[in-house]
Every structure is written in C-alpha cells, then in structure tokens.
Nanobody, 117 residues
C-alpha cells in the first residue's frame, strides 16, 4: 500500500517561497513508470495540477505556474518537494501530493498553506 504524506509550514508570508515535501512509503519514487504530482485546491475552487516529477527524474510543469514552481526529489529519502516562489494570498490552498500525472491513484491527506502577513 503506497502512502504519501505532505509536510511543510502552514503559514507563508507574501513574496516568500512556499516549500513542501512529500514523503512516500510503500513504494519507490524511482519505480518504472510512475509519476509524482503536486496538486492544490484553493478555497471554493477546483483542483489545480501544479506539476510532476517522473520515475526518471524528468519534470513536467503547469504552463500557468511554470515560472514560479520548482519540483525536485531526494531518492535516498524517497521524497519529492515543491517550491513555489513569490507567493500571494491567492496561493492559499490545500496542497496535495499524489502518484500519477493525469490520473492519480494514491493521494496524501493534504496540507493547508495560508499566505498571509
């Protein structure tokens, strides 16, 4: 059973960089041919796919967020991370990590990140 868990600060100030880590257990992030994504849901809005990192390390970005997102991984720790720069209050959302690219089969429980001064 694959499990994912997000971790990171729940409060970030405007203009700063949001950093989240997803720790994966029950499976390796380098296993062929899985992809690992970040998704968010702002209050009252739908799910927004932010980007993904493949089993190979290849990166996939959302065109709308590409200039502000950075996804990386630590294979030794079986973790992948999200950095979102220059945040504004509009980036307040529940952030999820998940396995998959266009369709997700395992999800973390999500973590609320609030952008506020």
């Amino acid at each position: 059973q694959v499990q994912l868990q997000e971790s990171g600060p729940g409060l970030v100030k405007p203009s700063q960089t949001l950093s989240l880590t997803c720790t994966v257990s029950g499976g390796s992030i380098t296993t062929n041919y899985y992809y690992w994504s970040w998704i968010r849901q702002a209050p009252g809005k739908g799910l927004e796919w932010m980007g993904a990192i493949a089993y190979s390390g290849s990166l996939y970005d959302s065109p709308s967020l590409k200039s502000r997102t950075s996804i990386s991984r630590d294979t030794a720790k079986n973790q992948f991370t999200l950095q979102l720069s220059s945040v504004t209050p509009e980036d307040t959302a529940v952030y999820y990590c998940a396995r998959g690219h266009s369709a997700m089969d395992y999800w973390g429980t999500g973590t609320l990140v609030t952008v506020s001064s």
